[in-house]
């Protein structure tokens, strides 16, 4: 049986690897994560050259090593330029590629999230700057969304009732929106206004509406989203002090 096999693949990760390869950790529609060396690639006159940077999705034609994958050729399908032209953009893009590599699985393909993945990073290069943080929270909801742990926005998780136009708390330990009557009986909760209440219900939705999308409000609900996503993962997200420093 060949050794060969094809993938389209998103890179994510890329780090030196002995003098002039790259070991890259790739995001794949068909096999989930994977690592793999990419020799030579380093080299000034390196044949794959830009096809290797971040966010570059190729189809990949790669060998099955004995202990690491290699990548023998790519031919890149989008570039995504413009998110390594502005520091915003490409924080929000590795803010998302943190919460991909937590929840994708090596050698489990999951293409729901990978066409997710590239659809987002497609509104990411298009938006205007003042849309960008309303861009991430978007997408970091629906990639949690479809991983089937995105917090519940829409009811309260402690008696099922349902929030409409009201302020509420947010519990982490139930994942998700509480009424008010019950933030007194729970702990590691925090209030949510109105507002916050309202951004966070739009969410779930496909599309954000255009009057939603430069309001200042997806500060908030970030900070929110990142505390959950972190007690969920049990470790910090180290990209968003990035993110802070870019969209300064």
């Given at each position: 049986?060949?050794?060969?096999?094809?993938?389209?693949?998103?890179n994510?990760?890329r780090?030196?690897?002995?003098?002039?390869?790259l070991?890259?950790?790739?995001?794949?529609r068909?096999?989930?994560?994977?690592?793999?060396?990419a020799k030579?690639?380093?080299?000034?006159?390196?044949k794959?050259?830009?096809r290797l940077?971040?966010?570059?999705?190729?189809?990949l034609q790669l060998?099955?090593?004995?202990?690491l994958?290699?990548?023998v050729?790519?031919?890149?399908?989008?570039?995504?330029?413009?998110?390594?032209?502005?520091l915003?953009?490409?924080?929000?893009?590795q803010?998302?590629?943190?919460?991909?590599?937590?929840?994708?699985?090596?050698g489990?393909?999951?293409?729901?999230?990978f066409?997710?993945?590239l659809?987002?990073l497609?509104r990411?290069?298009?938006?205007?700057?003042?849309?960008?943080?309303?861009?991430?929270v978007?997408?970091?909801?629906?990639?949690?969304q479809?991983?089937g742990?995105?917090?519940v926005?829409?009811?309260c998780?402690?008696?099922?009732?349902?929030?409409?136009?009201?302020?509420?708390?947010?519990?982490?330990p139930?994942?998700?929106?509480?009424?008010?009557?019950?933030l007194?009986?729970?702990?590691?909760?925090q209030?949510?206004?109105?507002e916050?209440v309202?951004?966070?219900?739009?969410l779930?939705q496909?599309?954000?509406?255009?009057e939603?999308?430069?309001h200042?409000?997806?500060?908030d609900?970030?900070?929110?989203l990142r505390?959950?996503?972190?007690?969920?993962?049990?470790?910090?997200?180290r990209?968003?002090?990035?993110?802070?420093v870019?969209?300064?």
């Amino acid at each position: 049986m060949s050794r060969y096999y094809r993938a389209t693949g998103i890179n994510l990760k890329r780090q030196p690897l002995g003098e002039a390869d790259l070991l890259l950790t790739i995001f794949t529609r068909e096999q989930g994560l994977l690592k793999a060396v990419a020799k030579g690639a380093r080299k000034a006159r390196a044949k794959m050259g830009g096809r290797l940077d971040l966010f570059v999705v190729n189809d990949l034609q790669l060998y099955s090593g004995r202990s690491l994958d290699q990548v023998v050729q790519a031919e890149t399908l989008h570039s995504f330029n413009r998110l390594s032209r502005d520091l915003g953009r490409l924080g929000s893009a590795q803010y998302w590629a943190e919460a991909v590599l937590a929840e994708a699985v090596p050698g489990q393909g999951h293409p729901e999230l990978f066409d997710l993945f590239l659809e987002h990073l497609g509104r990411l290069e298009s938006c205007a700057t003042p849309e960008i943080m309303a861009q991430l929270v978007h997408g970091l909801y629906q990639f949690l969304q479809v991983s089937g742990v995105a917090p519940v926005v829409d009811y309260c998780t402690s008696t099922g009732r349902v929030l409409s136009q009201e302020a509420a708390g947010f519990s982490l330990p139930l994942g998700g929106l509480v009424a008010t009557e019950c933030l007194s009986d729970l702990t590691q909760t925090q209030p949510v206004t109105q507002e916050q209440v309202n951004a966070l219900q739009w969410l779930p939705q496909p599309v954000l509406p255009p009057e939603l999308l430069v309001h200042p409000i997806w500060s908030d609900v970030e900070r929110l989203l990142r505390r959950y996503l972190e007690f969920y993962l049990q470790r910090s997200v180290r990209s968003a002090d990035l993110l802070a420093v870019c969209l300064a």
